[in-house]
């Protein structure tokens, strides 16, 4: 999955040192510049130099996957239970209707054929209905898997033009989701009592091998066993998303305004994106290979997409402390996945959402943020907070709250450290520790861990993982 990956923007989390720090103004060299749009006229004005010019390269990566062990065999064993789209309807990666098993989950002998308990049998049907919408719930919160690499590349120009910074970057980033839509299930006891007795009523000879029960079951009668199986008629499906995105923006920034306890500082930055998107939607009932449903959507049909987007921001710098403002996607450039083939699909509101889908709005998003330093700005401890949430090209919610601490130097010897914490306040309310080095002046390596964990093929592993290095320069 992580070579699939492509997603526009560091809305997941920001690159380099910032991974640590939080997207917060730091003061420690280019990736400080590259958060706040007001943040590149603020770290010239700090080192006392009418131009400063540094860029910075960071390379990072990350998973997160739900917590249900062996994913894909989840998927594949629970799908088994689904009925497939009629012939000749399904086809794409990871489904193949006509390789679908006829029947559906092995219920076994719920009756007997000389003296059937009714009551019982639709007993039998409503239990494993239950179970089976036990498991749609879990798909719900925690039957997906992401993987996302980006590398970032920004650079800061200060100088006299305009008497304020200029900040220049390149980002390409990306990333991949697939995750499960579940559908309810629908059973009515009643109809399906009605049903059976109906069907016991009938000769032997004329009673069909497959019944219908309620208007989302079907039961298949075995006649050489006696046993049945049941089938789920429901639009319940995997969603498989994966976005490209290059990005180029520009920033410049001043100082607004000054006296004996501070300076204020303003600035702005335009975006432009260029992003290809895609994704498929794939019935449990046609799924026969979950896998390579992931696997396939690396070559999926992308639609390309060109937007403009445009960040301003406010912040106030005075000697051992300051406070900051930003507010990001300020037009709330739109892009569109390409439609998909709704033919299959009966439920309105599985409808709904694949149409509402197709549409990624970058929302707009304040920031905002607070550090003190101590004595030349060797240590400092910031906090962060996106005042409402945000949502990611895969359709995930983000609101993040950092805290964080590093001591920087100038030896070549002595490294920088910094530690973190960020907790994801919407989504999946993730909770993750970080820390990082600086080594040599120029080197960063920053890796956050989640505090939850997962057991993935018999051992317990982080539910997510991110991870970052970069290389460092000011001349």
Do not use: C
Request: hydrophobic content about 40%; overall charge negative.
């Amino acid at each position: 999955m992580l070579t699939t990956a492509v997603a526009a923007g560091p809305i997941y989390q920001p690159p380099g040192a910032n991974l640590t720090y939080g997207d917060v103004t730091h003061g420690q060299r280019v990736q400080s510049a590259s958060t706040n749009p007001a943040a590149g006229a603020a770290d010239v004005a700090r080192r006392g130099q009418k131009e400063t010019r540094g860029t910075i390269f960071s390379a990072s990566a990350g998973l997160e996957y739900g917590n249900i062990e062996n994913l894909f065999e989840f998927y594949d064993r629970l799908t088994a239970g689904y009925n497939p789209s009629e012939p000749g309807e399904g086809g794409g990666p990871g489904q193949d209707p006509g390789d679908k098993p006829v029947g559906g989950i092995d219920l076994g002998e719920i009756w007997d054929q000389l003296d059937p308990d009714i009551q019982a049998a639709v007993q039998a049907i409503g239990a494993e209905l239950a179970r089976q919408t036990a498991l749609l719930a879990i798909i719900r919160t925690e039957g997906y898997g992401k993987a996302w690499v980006a590398a970032d590349l920004p650079f800061v120009l200060g100088t006299e033009y305009l008497g304020g910074a200029w900040t220049f970057g390149v980002n390409w980033s990306g990333s991949t989701k697939a995750f499960g839509l579940a559908d309810e299930i629908e059973f009515d006891p009643d109809a399906a009592r009605a049903a059976l007795e109906d069907w016991f009523n009938q000769l032997p000879a004329d009673r069909p091998v497959q019944l219908p029960v309620s208007s989302d079951v079907m039961l298949h009668y075995d006649i050489g066993s006696n046993g049945v199986r049941l089938g789920i008629i429901n639009d319940s499906s995997i969603i498989a998303k994966s976005t490209r995105t290059m990005e180029f923006n520009a920033g410049y920034s001043r100082k607004a305004w000054s006296n004996d306890s501070g300076s204020l500082f303003l600035g702005m930055r335009g975006q432009l994106y260029l992003m290809d998107l895609t994704r498929v939607s794939v019935r449990f009932g046609d799924i026969t290979d979950t896998e390579d449903l992931f696997d396939e959507i690396r070559s999926g049909v992308f639609r390309s997409d060109t937007r403009l987007g445009m960040d301003v921001g406010a912040l106030w710098v005075a000697d051992h402390y300051q406070l900051g403002m930003q507010i990001k996607n300020l037009n709330e450039p739109r892009f569109q996945f390409p439609a998909l083939d709704l033919e299959l699909y009966g439920s309105e509101r599985i409808i709904e959402f694949l149409q509402t889908d197709q549409t990624y709005t970058m929302n707009r998003q304040v920031k905002l943020e607070a550090s003190i330093f101590g004595k030349e700005r060797r240590w400092s401890a910031h906090v962060g907070l996106d005042a409402g949430p945000a949502t990611d090209p895969l359709g995930d919610e983000y609101q993040w709250l950092t805290l964080s601490t590093g001591f920087t130097t100038d030896s070549r010897w002595i490294p920088g450290f910094r530690f973190g914490y960020r907790e994801n306040l919407a989504g999946t309310g993730l909770k993750y520790v970080s820390a990082g080095l600086t080594a040599f002046r120029f080197l960063n390596f920053d890796v956050s861990s989640a505090l939850d964990t997962v057991r993935i093929e018999g051992r317990d592993l982080p539910q997510g993982l991110m991870l970052s290095l970069g290389f460092q320069v000011n001349w």
